[in-house]
């Protein structure tokens, strides 16, 4: 069945960076999208972008362009996600998540989460 | 950017009800909606998709409608495990959600 198991919670300090992690098993990942999204409580859910695994191609949320790489490394089957100088506004826990089969449009299975606390 | 808004923020259901929450879009997605149910201190998990389609799992008492700006998903004989926050997400432009609506047992 399709998992994917996210590292563990982060404190970071302000301006620093972090690399969440997402391996993933169950399905052919060489030919999917994953994404990564935000959500603060509230509980407000915002997408981040999203990879293709076949050629590391990103889209992403112009909102966190500058703040959010993504990339992937095949041989794992693992997506990966750096978030850069990181100020309390990125405190959040942080999914990644499998698009849609063809063209990406929804997110049909989703890591467990990541809470990222950002405090000196 | 879309904004998609839902309603109401909350509510409170007894077992057995049907419930409908509604989500609208500041224009027209063209059914390029999903809805997602999210139990607390778990990851969102889907329920529908192109507006109305059921993804592969989800009890059928679960049903998503609508057309346009205007959609909404009806749960149909409550459940107990149904208590959780559902979340609208359009993917007509870039992808955006709604604000949640928080579903509890009266």
């Known amino acids: 069945q399709v998992k994917l198991l996210q590292s563990g919670a982060e404190l970071v300090k302000p301006g620093a960076s972090v690399k969440l992690s997402c391996k993933t098993s169950?399905?052919?990942?060489?030919?999917?999208?994953m994404s990564w999204l935000k959500q603060v409580p509230g509980p407000s859910i915002e997408w981040i972008g999203w990879i293709y695994a076949g050629d590391g191609g990103t889209n992403y949320n112009q909102k966190f362009k500058g703040k959010a790489t993504l990339t992937v490394d095949k041989s794992s089957s693992t997506a990966y996600m750096d978030l850069s100088s990181l100020t309390s506004e990125d405190a959040a826990v942080y999914f990644c998540a499998r698009m849609n089969g063809g063209y990406p449009y929804y997110f049909d299975y989703w890591g467990q989460g990541v809470m990222v606390t950002v405090s000196s | 950017d879309i904004q998609m808004t839902q309603s109401p923020a909350s509510l409170s259901a007894s077992l057995g009800e049907t419930v409908t929450i509604e989500c609208r879009a500041s224009e027209d997605i063209y059914n390029g909606l999903a809805w997602y149910q999210q139990k607390p201190g778990k990851s969102p998990q889907l329920l529908i998709y192109?507006?109305?389609s059921l993804h592969t799992g989800v009890p059928s008492r679960f049903s998503g409608s609508g057309s346009g700006t205007q959609y909404s998903l009806k749960i149909n004989s409550l459940q107990s495990e149904d208590v959780a926050s559902y979340f609208c997400q359009q993917y007509y432009d870039y992808r955006t959600f709604g604000g949640g609506t928080k579903l509890e047992l009266k």
């Open positions: 169950g399905f052919t990942f060489s030919t999917s999208y």
């Open positions: 192109n507006a109305n």
